[in-house]
């Protein structure tokens, strides 16, 4: 019974490191400034939405918002496109000659984004791209496709052959085995990657601080303009914070399943 | 694998024009890199550069903030892996038996690592605001007196270590809890039919099985540390006195501050190729017998 008990404490107290500054920062999003800052902590108050109002009064925001989506929509729905392709052809391989490609991918992904980021900036700012939305959808289709890669590659690899025996047995071409039997077969797995894909790109900021102009910028670049000069408006930027991670938690819990075996694939495979 | 693929297969032209691309574009992006890096471009006076050898390269050596940025990248590296994986070992270990709500656990261990990295280094600079963050109440509730977590040159390293380590331990929890679950449970039970204490059997039995799973997550954390950037940028901005300041974020101050691209690509070089040394020199020592187990 005492080992129950240890347990269960020790177990509340994982959970309360864990959930703990999470929660302080979607309640101080509901707080008035005085409240957000009293010491000691307010731990019950009246809630206020004075903070959701600062900050969709903000113009940078929104557009910020609406950029997110489109570049991270986009260059997912493009990388996944051309990784399942990929990934079926790789997929049908002898083992060896996959997992030569494989490493080839993976190893892409070891360097730091510093050594493609810099020549893409500069030759940018050369044609005048610096401030276009295709560049970024360019930029992280680029960065996403091998993740897509090796990601669909193991989805792929749960369809038994024998569906692709039968159909080319019927005389379908590759690209209708593709197109009508894989693609509908492996479904949640391809879902599956494309939001993974949209969860790395909207929670991305190195390649958007980079490479995002005025009209571009993304929700993580956007943010850091709540940290002025003048001091932190703490109060907005909590609840610029809420809306940026909402959306992903309630995506991730979509696809929990596949995010550690994704994250896994997104630097090495064992 | 009862397929054989053929010269002729029609299924390699589903992979090779990708695969075609990809290798032109990072051979193109390589050499485009070193060709820069061997010239002194400046994104002040772009056409106008010229040849200058190694000398980027040659600065670096003798260049006292890149070497203690570069101390700092492996400090923070080795710290962040280190602790990730014991600390989330332990969790493991503290977890394994069954009780209701595993499976809720394991949904909220999922948050801190789709939280973007942004509003993580935003969280943790809320708390540990030195006047009114949540750290130094609780603290102060213990008697500590209060500590200037981010003012500090030789604590605001270890603030955004403790961030680093509240995202990713979860991360490994995860996929060594995985790793668990599909090692078998025979040789377990053998051990303990066999007298084996509890601690024996951990030690000498269940460690060994997650051997594998927890050299792999090692190697993910050590390349993500390496590069670890939003957390710095968010939280210290290098700062205080530099004291934050990795290889990383000195290659970004390098190339956006100061314009100089060719010493940042010189820096960046430099990391890739520490990063593969380090990462070798770790794949050697977790891997001993010809990598394969």
Known sequence: MARRALFCVGLLLLLLAVLFPLYWVVVTS?????????????????????????VFANRGFLSAFANSFIISILSSALAVAIGSIAAYGLAQQP?????????????????????????????????????????????????????AISLLITFFDDIPKELRDAARVDGAREFRVFWHVYLPAARGGIVATLILCVLFTWNEFFVALVLTGRDTQTLPVSITSFLTFQGIQWGALTAAATLIMLPMIVLGVLVQGQIVRGMTLGSVKG | MSTVATASDPTRHFFQPVIVCLTVASVALTLFVIWISLHDLSLMRAGREKFVGLDNYIRFLGDPRAMAALWRTVLFTTLATVIEIALGLAVVL???????????????????????????????????????GMANYLLSLVGIAQVDWLGSPRIALFAVLIADIWQWTPFVILLVMAALESAPTDPLNAARVDGAREWQVTWYVLLPMLRRALAIVALIRAIDSIKAFDLFYI??????????????????????????????????IILTIFTNVALLTMYSVLFPKTGDR
């Open chain 2, 235 to 268: 939280m210290t901005r290098g700062g205080p006195a530099l004291s934050t300041e990795t290889l990383n974020y000195y290659g970004y101050i390098v190339a956006f501050t100061n314009f100089d691209i060719s010493y940042s690509l010189a820096i960046a």
């Open chain 1, 95 to 147: 083992a060896e000659l996959r997992r030569s490609k494989e490493k080839f991918i993976l190893s892409l992904r070891i360097a730091p984004a510093l050594l493609f980021v810099i020549p893409m900036y500069y030759l940018a700012t050369r044609i005048g791209a610096l401030n276009k939305h295709w560049l970024l959808i360019a930029a992280y289709a680029f960065v996403n496709v091998p993740f």
């Open chain 2, 94 to 132: 503290f977890l394994d038996r069954n009780f209701a709500m595993k499976r809720l656990v394991r949904t909220l261990l999922l948050v801190p690592i789709i939280m973007t990295p942004v509003v993580v280094g935003l969280t943790w600079r809320f708390l540990f605001d030195s006047a009114t």
């Open chain 1, 30 to 54: 509901f707080k008035t400034t005085r409240d957000a800052f009293a010491i000691p902590p307010v731990w019950l108050f009246s809630p206020t939405l004075d903070n959701y109002r600062t």
